[in-house]
């Protein structure tokens, strides 16, 4: 059996895939929450941003990640929640 993925190496992956200003992952090994903030989801609908996320972790997404919910915002959105 291959070695369940940390939060540490899910972000890793989307960062190196995708140019963000900020991700969060939190999980067990095989279920994972994530926050993804990339100016690239500006003007783009949820499923876009989803599509752009499952891009970045191409394979992994099929192999290692059997679960992965994420909140995808602009940093506008990313902002305005914060405040």
Known sequence: MS????PEQIRQYIVAGLA???VEVEGDGQHFQAVIVCAG???KRPIARHQMVYAA????????IHALSMRTLTPAEYASRAA
Do not use: K, V, Y
């Open 57 to 64: 972790l191409g394979d992994r997404m099929r192999e290692e």
């Open 3 to 6: 070695q369940l993925p940390t």
């Open 41 to 43: 989801f500006e003007g």
């Open 20 to 22: 963000c200003e900020h």
